[in-house]
C-alpha cells in the first residue's frame, strides 16, 4: 500500500517568514495530493490539494508543488501570521482512500 | 446537515465495555471514511463505505472493530470489549464520491479507556 513521509514533525518560523513542509510518497499509482490544517480540538481541513497532472499550484500565501519522477511534494506558506500555527497533514491517494503523513506542527512566533 | 456531524464528542469507559461512534454525514455524500488519529500521530485510516457497502475492511485494527452504514447516511463504528490501546480521536470524514475527491471532516470523537 501507499506510504507517506512529512517533515519535518515541528517547524517554529517567525511571524513574516516563510515555512515549507515536505512530503514524500511510494505509490506511483497516486494521484492526487490534498493538505489539510487541524486546529487543535477540530477535525483536518482542506487547505489546497494537487493532481498529478499539475507541477505547481497556488493560492495566495499557499502554494504546493509536485515532482512525480521524485515522488514528493511540498507545501509552502508565505508571510506567516499567528493564525497559520496548527497541524499540518499531507496525504496522497493512488484508490479510494488517502494515506495521510504524520503530521507537522507548525508554530508562528509573534 | 451542514457538515459532518460526530457523537459523542468526548467517551470515557473503562476497559472491556463496548462503545459506538455516531457519524452523520453530509447529505448526499455517497462515500464515508473512518480514521483514527492517536495521541500526536497522524491519521489511520480504518474503513470507508461506498454508499451503505465496505468493500476494504483491512484497516480495522481487530475482529473488535465493527462498522456499519445504513439508508446511505448515518454510520457506527462499534468497538467492542475497549482496551487503553484503543484510546485515540475517531474522525469521520465524507465526500461526494470514493477516489480522488476532497474529505470534509468531522470533529471527531476522543476515546478514552480507562
Known amino acids: 500500500g501507499e506510504n507517506v513521509e512529512q517533515h519535518p514533525s515541528t517547524l517554529s518560523v517567525q511571524e513574516g517568514d516563510s515555512a515549507v513542509i515536505k512530503c514524500t510518497y511510494s505509490?506511483?499509482?497516486?494521484?492526487?495530493f490534498p493538505w489539510y490544517k487541524q486546529e487543535l480540538g477540530k477535525g483536518p481541513q482542506l487547505i489546497i490539494d494537487?493532481?498529478?497532472?499539475?507541477g505547481e499550484k497556488k493560492d495566495q500565501r499557499i502554494a504546493v508543488t509536485l515532482n512525480k519522477t521524485a515522488k514528493h511534494f511540498s507545501l509552502h506558506i508565505t508571510e506567516t501570521q499567528p493564525e497559520d500555527s496548527a497541524v499540518y497533514f499531507c496525504?496522497?491517494?493512488?484508490?479510494?482512500?488517502?494515506?495521510f503523513g504524520s503530521g507537522t506542527q507548525l508554530t508562528v512566533l509573534p | 446537515g451542514a457538515g459532518v456531524s460526530q457523537s459523542p464528542s468526548n467517551k470515557v469507559t473503562e476497559k472491556g465495555k463496548d462503545v459506538e461512534l455516531r457519524c452523520d454525514p453530509i447529505?448526499?455524500?455517497?462515500?464515508l471514511y473512518w480514521y483514527r488519529q492517536s495521541l500526536g500521530q497522524g491519521l489511520e485510516f480504518l474503513i470507508y463505505?461506498?454508499?451503505?457497502?465496505?468493500?476494504?475492511k483491512s484497516g480495522l485494527p481487530s475482529d473488535r472493530f465493527s462498522a456499519e452504514r445504513t439508508g446511505g447516511s448515518v454510520s457506527t463504528l462499534t468497538i467492542q470489549r475497549t482496551q487503553q490501546e484503543d484510546s485515540a480521536v475517531y474522525l469521520c470524514a465524507s465526500s461526494p464520491a470514493v477516489g480522488a475527491n476532497v474529505l470534509t471532516f468531522g470533529a471527531g470523537s476522543r476515546l478514552t479507556v480507562l
Open positions: 494537487i493532481r498529478s497532472n499539475v
Open positions: 463505505f461506498q454508499g451503505n457497502s465496505a468493500p476494504d
Open positions: 447529505s448526499g455524500h455517497t462515500a
Open positions: 496525504a496522497a491517494s493512488p484508490q479510494r482512500q488517502l494515506t
Open positions: 505509490d506511483s499509482a497516486s494521484n492526487y
